[in-house]
């Protein structure tokens, strides 16, 4: 694989095919899309990010984090079609956050979306507090990182 990313923001032509993937994904695994708790006019250049990720030139992997408390953000929308490349995304998007000032970054998934989970964990993300509209929801699971430089 030759991997390359492209900073962008989620009205990306790219971005929005591979969600729409995602999407189709997860109402088969979790029968929820996920797609209401991302809002996509809400995206803010300033303190959030959008990455995509290509192999020649196509589009496999996007991802996005948005500000969550002063120095967290939230990983939204992740998603890979490739063995391999969501190593990469989330390693990039973990720098991006950085780059924009944030020390800690959260998220949240579907309990049965074991495979969600363990790709988490192999980078580094544990169980935290459940946060937000995720607060007594046992179908969720929240999970925390510190990004280190």
């Given at each position: 694989m030759h991997l390359k990313y492209k900073i962008t923001d989620p009205k990306c032509e790219d971005f929005s095919a591979l969600v729409e993937e995602l999407n189709v994904i997860l109402d088969t695994i979790t029968t929820d899309t996920g797609e209401?708790?991302?809002?996509?006019?809400?995206?803010?250049?300033r303190t959030d990010g959008c990455i995509v990720?290509?192999?020649q030139g196509k589009a496999i992997a996007c991802g996005v984090f948005r500000k969550h408390q002063d120095s967290s953000c939230e990983l939204k929308r992740m998603f890979s079609k490739v063995k391999g490349a969501g190593g990469y995304l989330i390693s990039q998007l973990e720098s991006y956050a950085r780059q924009k000032g944030y020390e800690r970054a959260v998220?949240?998934?579907?309990?049965?979306?074991?495979l969600a989970i363990n790709f988490y964990k192999r980078h580094g993300y544990s169980e935290i507090e459940a946060y937000g509209k995720y607060v007594h929801k046992d179908r969720s699971i929240c999970l925390g990182k510190v990004l280190t430089i």
């Open positions: 209401s708790s991302f809002v996509r006019d809400e995206f803010c250049s990720v290509y192999d998220l949240s998934t579907r309990r049965v979306n074991e």
